[in-house]
């Protein structure tokens, strides 16, 4: 499908350079590639819902967790976010 987007000189500048590096005739494919990275790395609302109420949980409970439950807890706030 063709989009018209609107990009800088010096981003296209970057674009063409870097298809040039990969040996493509143009940009689309380099595009698209961020297109799809974008949509699979940005976080869902809810995940995002998720990490806020770890986030609030573990605010609750500061101070009264051992070192390990906190590390854990730490961890899994750091996963959620991830998604």
């Keep these: ?3 018209k ?8 500048a970057k674009l063409l350079a870097l298809a ?8 689309s494919v380099l595009i698209q590639e961020a297109v799809e990275r974008y949509l699979t ?8 819902r998720a ?3 770890a986030a609030r949980a573990a605010r609750k409970v500061r101070g009264t967790l051992s070192e390990p439950e906190a590390e854990r807890m730490l961890l899994r706030i750091e996963e959620l ?3």
């Design 1 to 3: 499908m063709r989009i």
């Design 5 to 12: 987007i609107e990009l800088t000189d010096a981003q296209r």
């Design 20 to 27: 040039a590096k990969r040996r493509l005739r143009g940009y």
């Design 41 to 48: 790395e940005v976080p869902t609302r809810r995940a995002m």
């Design 51 to 53: 990490g806020a109420r």
């Design 81 to 83: 976010w991830k998604r």
